[in-house]
């Protein structure tokens, strides 16, 4: 069973989470390739996919949504798996439950499940407009990822694909 692991990631953060689900899916002994997803222009000779992407506003950064519209046949012909990665804080903020916009997505996709992780900020890494934003609205430095609900989401999908 070949895996293609891909998410969008605009600091990193997210990209580690990607990391994270394929090792955990090679653990459970699938083949599994983990790449950006601004470097996949073939989803060919794939036989499952787990697709991501940071949150911003609300929504999927554009060249995440842009792989989904490319290549929803293919993500609808084979078991997909959508996460997404954000929220700041503990308690999380935003509301997970109003963190993202992901319905179309998972239509589009067919996807059998969607997972929210909590995310990390470095300010440091930021931009002077992206400071400004975080500002604004309050979010908290820190890493936030439960690294613990990462693998146990990535195992679920490593069963079902056995």
């Known amino acids: 069973m070949r895996v293609l692991v891909a998410a969008s990631s605009r600091h990193g953060a997210t990209g580690a989470i990607a990391e994270e689900i394929g090792r955990t899916l090679a653990g459970h002994g699938l083949d599994v390739q983990v790449t950006p997803l601004d470097d996949v222009s073939d989803v060919s000779g794939f036989d499952a996919f787990v697709v991501g992407s940071a949150i911003y506003a609300g929504r999927w950064l554009a ?83 439960d690294w613990d609900d990462v693998r146990r989401w990535a195992g679920a999908i490593a069963e079902a694909l056995q």
């Open 63 to 145: 060249p995440a949504r842009a792989f989904v519209d490319e290549h929803a046949a293919e993500l609808q012909s084979q078991p997909t798996w959508l996460f997404s990665s954000g929220p700041l804080g503990d308690p999380p903020k935003p509301d997970p439950d109003a963190a993202v916009k992901i319905d179309g997505l998972v239509q589009a996709t067919g996807a059998r499940e969607h997972h929210l992780f909590t995310g990390a900020l470095d300010r440091s890494r930021l931009g002077l407009g992206e400071r400004a934003i975080v500002r604004v609205v309050g979010a908290p430095d820190g890493d936030f990822r």
